[in-house]
């Protein structure tokens, strides 16, 4: 029996493929679709009446089913994985534009599953049940509230549910955003911004999808195109297309699916190609795809979809496509210097299958892990370009990311205009905590080969404990604007812990910069703990001259709400930098902190780079000097008890539950559900009803449970100096 299989499956691996054609599974128009109020609306709402579920893992179900013998064999002992790229690329080092802190776990879920849509203005990401919106400058606009926030008001499962598995995707060719998240075993729920203003309107759709987990979707020229893993009396991975311009509208829409497990069964983890760059060409199919590790292949479909005819609409294939042989299992994990192994899910294709059209070939990429094989259950990340020249679609380039012995895995890949490729994982090993790192190359750079050294986004300060579950995926998108800088989101943690996964949002080129001008502006350094109404305070910034000449007396503004306030000119010698320093007395400030943007600009006419040329910051300005805070100057990670002196001249409602003298305010650095560190000026009292009357020097001691949710705290247990609370938290 085991012969006879490899012999056919042999035969299959030889062939171009099993072609098929079939017709639909299904056609369906939506369950129901409305138009929101806007979304600054409903956030405001929600966050005056936020509550989040208990801890919990959120996934359910089995992430890979039972394969057939036929279609999943084990290879048995290989040789070194022959894609194998074992050296760093040294080409120069890439340029990080920005990098901050994302949605952090504010539910008590794993995993994350963060994904993001970045706008030419606008960067949104969610994560597993939890949304938020930044500009591109990194300044929140909105703060996380549950995905169902969009769903206010729209009835049914897409209201009532918070289920996760969230994709977020900018339309770049209608400027527009695509929400969705799914209503787990029952639908997807859809939101299109009717606008180009992600905190505007949207429009809404839920669509009856049985059984439904793992959607992952993508943007095509008529329809946004999904896979679902659909478990129903058996496993189907599902290919889905939605009507796009009617959604677009926000009009009756269509869906139609297909079931590739009819076609090749036994295979998981398929996705569907995403649209980058150039509108795809009238006609052009949408495409599905995935690997199998049994024959060494990547297996292709092609869905045609018309909308004016559904039952007229066809899946077509499989083509199969031989790559270089690999193992894609991992044995028990990733290790990781604390806690359980970590899930490689080695059998699915990561997301996203990045699709470009450079007029004279048609480009594709994706990855997935594999073990390299040059040690027991060394995980390495395959990545691949495909290409159609117009002869049909065929392996370009391939390589196997594993530079040293470090584990990487969990990663995305996309392609700018150029045909540079930036790909974005996870790095693990016993000895180095789960961290998030990026590489690249360049179009003309060898095949097969990341030339761009590997660098770090951020490094994880401890391992995660009690979940093994990690991702379930990352994303790595395109700037729509520039189209050849890369935005890439993932999860990491700070400290061990349960339960305290956080994620990071970076920008950044593979293209290391060779123009003659560059001034770039920021980060802001040296700034004070706290601003103060009538308080002279220090703003430095840190100024560069990033190109290959030397720049004269180039103006550098400083500008608080959009008015200027100060400007230097400033010197600099090619490739250097310095900080300079400008005052700022405010004139204005609340008990609670009025928020005031400090912004410093660089004018330079020639600059080649003019995405870095400003930097921007919102801080709170006080009226009075807020009191004095403990200090966890010793890093300590157990539970500690705080003293807080009130060195202010207002009193403030205490409101740290429960009541009564003594009781108040613990943290404990080393946990993550309910126990924060914060920033911002404190006063408190003795009981949940007592107003304090601006008693200098009055100490109270509270060691009860501290909760309370705040846009400002900083969860950086235990490597953050200062804890403090604000009376405007307090009252939130």
């Not at 012995?405 to 700018?416: D, H, K, L």
Request: charged share 15%; hydrophobic share 35%; proline share 7%.
């Amino acid at each position: 029996m085991r012969r006879s299989a490899i012999a056919i499956l042999m035969f299959l691996t030889m062939t171009a493929g099993v072609w098929a054609q079939n017709g639909p599974v299904r056609v369906i128009t939506d369950s129901r679709h409305d138009t929101s109020r806007p979304l600054r609306e409903l956030a405001l709402e929600a966050q005056k009446n936020s509550a989040d579920p208990e801890v919990t893992e959120f996934r359910t179900q089995p992430l890979m089913p039972p394969a057939p013998e036929t279609v999943f064999i084990d290879n048995g002992p290989m040789t070194v994985d022959r894609a194998l790229q074992g050296f760093m690329g040294t080409s120069g080092p890439s340029t990080i534009f920005q990098n901050f802190d994302g949605v952090p776990n504010l539910s008590g879920v794993a995993p994350p599953d963060p994904t993001l849509a970045v706008g030419p203005n606008h960067v949104v990401q969610m994560v597993n049940s939890k949304f938020a919106i930044w500009d591109k400058q990194g300044n929140q606009l909105m703060a996380p509230v549950n995905i169902n926030t969009l769903f206010s008001g729209f009835g049914g499962g897409c209201e009532t549910g918070n289920d996760g598995d969230p994709i977020a995707l900018y339309d770049h060719v209608a400027d527009r955003f695509v929400l969705t998240q799914f209503d787990f075993g029952n639908g997807m729920c859809i939101a299109v911004s009717q606008t180009p203003d992600p905190l505007g309107a949207y429009h809404r759709y839920s669509f009856s999808t049985p059984g439904n987990d793992y959607p992952k979707l993508g943007v095509w020229g008529d329809a946004y195109t999904g896979t679902i893993r659909a478990f129903n009396a058996n496993f189907d991975m599902q290919a889905w297309a939605f009507e796009r311009d009617q959604m677009l509208l926000g009009q009756t829409a269509q869906a139609v699916s297909f079931s590739m497990t009819a076609l090749l069964p036994g295979i998981d983890g398929f996705l569907p190609s995403d649209l980058d760059g150039p509108p795809s060409a009238p006609g052009t199919p949408m495409y599905f795809l995935g690997h199998q590790d049994g024959p060494n292949r990547l297996a292709m479909f092609e869905v045609n979809v018309d909308w004016s005819n559904t039952a007229n609409s066809t899946i077509s294939g499989p083509t199969f496509l031989p790559v270089d042989p690999y193992d894609s299992n991992l044995g028990t994990g990733i290790p990781q210097p604390v806690g359980p192994n970590l899930d490689a899910l080695g059998g699915f294709t990561m997301y996203r299958l990045a699709y470009r059209d450079f007029g004279t070939h048609q480009s594709m990429v994706t990855n997935h892990t594999v073990d390299v094989n040059d040690f027991p259950n060394h995980a390495g990340v395959r990545w691949y370009e495909l290409r159609n020249e117009g002869s049909g679609w065929s392996v370009f380039q391939q390589g196997t990311y594993a530079p040293d012995e470090e584990n990487r895995w969990m990663g995305s890949i996309a392609m700018g205009a150029n045909g540079e490729i930036a790909l974005g994982y996870t790095v693990s090993s016993s000895t180095t905590f789960p961290s998030i790192r990026h590489t690249g190359r360049q179009a003309s750079d060898p095949p097969g080969v990341m030339t761009l050294p590997e660098e770090t986004i951020i490094a994880g300060g401890g391992g995660q404990l009690n979940v093994s579950r990690w991702g379930d995926y990352a994303h790595m998108d395109v700037d729509p604007v520039t189209d050849t800088t890369f935005w890439f989101t993932h999860e990491y943690v700070q400290s061990t812990g349960s339960f305290n996964w956080r994620t990071r949002i970076a920008e950044f080129s593979v293209t290391p910069f060779n123009g003659d001008h560059d001034y770039g502006v920021g980060p802001f350094v040296n700034l004070p703990a706290m601003f103060y109404q009538d308080t002279t305070a220090n703003v430095g910034v840190m100024v560069s001259n990033n190109g290959n000449l030397d720049e004269t007396d180039v103006k550098v503004t400083f500008l608080v709400d959009d008015v200027a306030l100060d400007s230097q000119f400033v010197s600099l010698l090619a490739d250097s930098s310095t900080v300079i320093n400008f005052t700022w007395t405010p004139d204005t400030g609340t008990a609670f902190g009025l928020e005031q943007e400090m912004k410093v600009i660089a004018f330079l006419d020639t600059d080649e780079l003019p995405s870095n040329d400003q930097v921007r910051k919102v801080v709170p300005v006080f009226n009075d000097q807020d009191p004095a805070t403990e200090q966890n100057t010793d890093h300590v990670t157990s539970l500690m008890r705080a003293t807080v002196t009130n060195e202010g001249n207002i009193g403030f409602l205490n409101e740290f539950p429960p009541a009564g003298p003594g009781n108040g305010f613990q943290f404990n650095p080393a946990t993550g559900s309910g126990q924060r560190l914060f920033e911002g000026g404190i006063i408190v009292a003795t009981d949940a009803n007592h107003v304090s009357d601006a008693a200098r020097d009055e100490e109270q001691v509270f060691d009860a449970d501290f909760q309370f949710l705040t846009n400002i705290a900083d969860e950086s247990a235990g490597d953050y100096n200062i804890f403090r609370s604000r009376y405007a938290d307090l009252l939130a």
